[in-house]
Every structure is written in C-alpha cells, then in structure tokens.
C-alpha cells in the first residue's frame, strides 16, 4: 500500500517551505499584538520585552510553538522605543510649562471623568450640571437680598449707636441724672464731697479687656491711650461682601489721628464659609512726637573700629518693635510666593486668622453688645453657653 500524503507537509510546499524544513513541522504563529503605551502612544520596552519572552501555546498534538519575529520587526520595536524616551525626557525639562497649564489640566479632568461614562449617564449628569447652575442663581438672589435686609436694619440700629455714643460720652448727662428720684432718706449733695464722672470713663477699654482675643493684645502703655477712645462702629457694604471698622479718638497725647480705620473685603461673608480674604487694609498711625506705642528709639554708644574715625565714639539711635494692640492697624503683608517655603506660608495663613478674628471680635461682638462687655455679662453668658454645649455633648452617647 502507498504511503498517505502527509497534508501538513503539502501545504508548507504550496507556500513556499524550503527542503531544509523537516515535514510535519507546524507553522508558527503570527505575533501577538504589542501593548501600547497610551501615555506615549508606542510600545514600551519592558512590555516588548515581555512580549517577546512570552511562550504562546497552541493545541496542536503535544508540540508547543513559541512567536518568533523577525531581526527588522525587534529593530523597529528598538527604535520606536528609543524615541519614546527620548520625548520623556523632553517632557521631564517642560515641568514650567506644564504647570502653567494646571488650569487648562483641570478643565480637561471634567472631560476626562465624563469621556468614561455611558452616553446615557453624561447626559444625567448634564442635567445635575443645569440644576447646579439654577442653585447658583438662586443664591445670587438669596445674597443680594441678604444685603439689602443687612442694610435694612443696620439703618434701624445706627440712631441707637449714636445715642450710646453720646451717653458714654457724657452728653446726656444731666438729661439722664434729672430722671433719677432721689431715695428716702439719700443725701442729694453727696455728689458734692466727689467730683462727679463725665458720662462713662473708660468704656471701650474695658469692653474690649473681657474678650480674651482682644483682650491679648492690648498692653499698659495702650490702656492709656485707649482711655480716649469716644467710640467704635462697623460699616457693612452695601452688596453685604466686605466692611469697615472704625475707631474715634478724642484729642489726646498721643495719636494726631481722629480716627483710625480697618477695611476687609470678603467675597462670601454673608455665608458660612470659611472666609475668602480679598484684601485687607489698615492705615499709617500718626503719632505726637515720642508717643509712639507700637516702637521705640533706643540710643546705643557703637566704637568704631576702622577708619580715620577708629576708637571713636558714636551714639546709634535704632527703632524697636513693642507689643502693642495698635499693630492690628498693620495687617500682615503676603510674601512674594516665589520666596515663600511651607513654614512661613502657615505662618502667614496663621497671621491672617488671627487677625480676622480680632475683627469679628468688633463687629459681631462687642459693637453690638457693647454694653453687656463692659459688665461682663456678655462673657458670662458665653461661659455658660460653652460648658452647656460641652455638658450636651458628654450626655449624647448616654442618650443613645
């Protein structure tokens, strides 16, 4: 009987297989498609090299085969990977440029986050984009509104301040006096035997010595001047995104100034955000000659000790910082970035705080409960409110 025609080796001798090649041998397999570097768009090597290490096995009897490339297919794989590095490093030296385009960057993220959903969710997600938009209309309104009632009732409150105004100052003195009835049996020339007061001395002083925010700033020497302080006011803006505090002096020994002033702008003050700090800005105190509290002239005797002049000596007058309240009318100022390392920008982030919260200190609390600082009440009241929300809070895991 003749030997059957082995159909494996007819077809390697219809394409082309040489003499050499052993009869029944397989024919190997096409390579395997290389990952692709998506960042570069080429392949990268490590992942050629993987590729290229990577047995493949096919049932085909019990033989294995393993990809076999040809010499130009690795040299261009080589190559093209070559120039994937080399535009890597291109990018590495362009770090400026690419931060320069971190705004750009975030507005492609959106698209980035989007380009990953299903059609039918993007366009939900559109919808909630429409609906945000409307939210932020609304609190437009909500915040102009806000302003105007702010503005409403600062008008109602302004007669009222003014007439507080002009009893601590004694102007309604003897109005007030002549309502007084004197008690049965209380001698009406008592106040013969003692100079009477003048409407209420000291009373911004003393307001502002029950804040402990305020209160730590201010030092003996300031406790002097602050004894002519006549009054304090806030003035809101009109659009509700900022204010001004102002201090009235009367004339005394130490500032020229009648008035001293402390603007904030602050975009979203009507809201409970953390405040945003637009700008902040004080004023340039100034002082009578010598009464500066805030620095001090010391002399100091210096030898030379070069020179024609050398072994003389010569008095040096230098200009000291002092602790004092009055700095606050010198808000911190904001270092150039460039030169700003992590420590002294928390420091600064600090300063700001601070600063902020002294201001609020006037504006939210002692301007409008002046009176309840001067007694104390006010500071009682706080007292009581912080030990009656520390006493819910230790109560609430019982009552769960």
């Given amino acids: 009987m003749a030997d059957r025609e082995d159909p494996t080796v007819a077809t390697n001798i219809s394409e082309g297989v040489t003499e050499n090649e052993t009869p029944g041998e397989e024919e190997m397999p096409p390579a395997p ?20 290490s990577m047995p493949e096995t096919q049932q ?58 299903p059609r039918e969710v993007v366009r939900r997600v559109e919808k909630l984009k429409e609906l945000n938009d409307a939210r932020e209309r609304v609190m437009e309104d909500y915040l102009k509104e806000r302003a105007a009632l702010e503005q409403k009732y600062l008008v109602r409150n302004k007669p009222l301040y003014e007439k507080r105004r002009e009893v601590v100052n004694g102007n309604l003195d003897d109005a007030i006096d002549a309502l007084v009835v004197p008690a049965e049996g209380e001698d009406s020339n008592e106040h013969e035997i003692h100079a009477p007061a003048r409407g209420v001395p000291q009373f911004w002083a003393c307001c502002m010595s029950h804040l402990e925010t305020v209160a730590e700033l201010v030092t003996e020497q300031d ?36 008035v001293l002033t402390k603007r904030y702008e602050i975009p979203n ?29 010391i002399q100091k005797k210096q030898r030379s000790k070069s020179g024609r002049r050398a072994g003389q000596i010569r008095t040096v007058t230098k200009r000291e910082h002092t602790d004092s309240f009055f700095h606050f009318f010198n808000p911190p ?6 030169e700003m390392d992590e420590d002294e920008a928390d420091a600064i982030e600090e300063a700001f705080d601070h600063d902020y919260d002294v201001a609020q200190s006037f504006r939210s609390h002692i301007i409008p409960k ?29 009552n769960e």
């Fill in 33 to 52: 498609p290389l990952p692709i570097d998506r960042a570069s768009g080429t392949e990268s090597s490590a992942e050629v090299t993987e590729a290229m």
């Fill in 333 to 338: 100022k904001m270092p150039s970035l460039e």
């Fill in 370 to 398: 002046a009176v309840l600082w001067f007694t104390g009440e006010a500071l009682e009241e706080e007292v009581l409110g912080m030990m009656a929300a520390q006493n819910e809070a230790s109560s609430a895991p019982e």
């Fill in 223 to 258: 406790v002097d001047c602050l004894e002519h302080l006549i009054d304090i006011t806030c003035d809101d803006f009109p659009d509700g995104k900022g204010f001004t505090l102002k201090f009235y002096f009367e004339p005394n020994d130490y500032l020229e100034d009648k």
């Fill in 60 to 117: 085909s009897g019990s033989k294995v085969s393993e990809p076999i490339f040809a010499v130009e297919q690795v040299q261009d794989l080589v190559d093209r990977t070559n120039i994937a590095k080399v535009d890597g490093d291109e990018d590495d030296d362009d770090d400026d440029d690419e931060d320069e385009e971190d705004d750009s960057d975030d507005e492609s993220s959106e698209e980035d986050i989007l380009s990953t959903l």
């Fill in 269 to 297: 003050l009507l809201l409970d955000d953390e405040p945003i700090l637009k700008s902040v800005t004080g004023c340039d105190i100034k002082w009578k000659y010598q009464r500066c509290l805030t620095h001090r002239e």
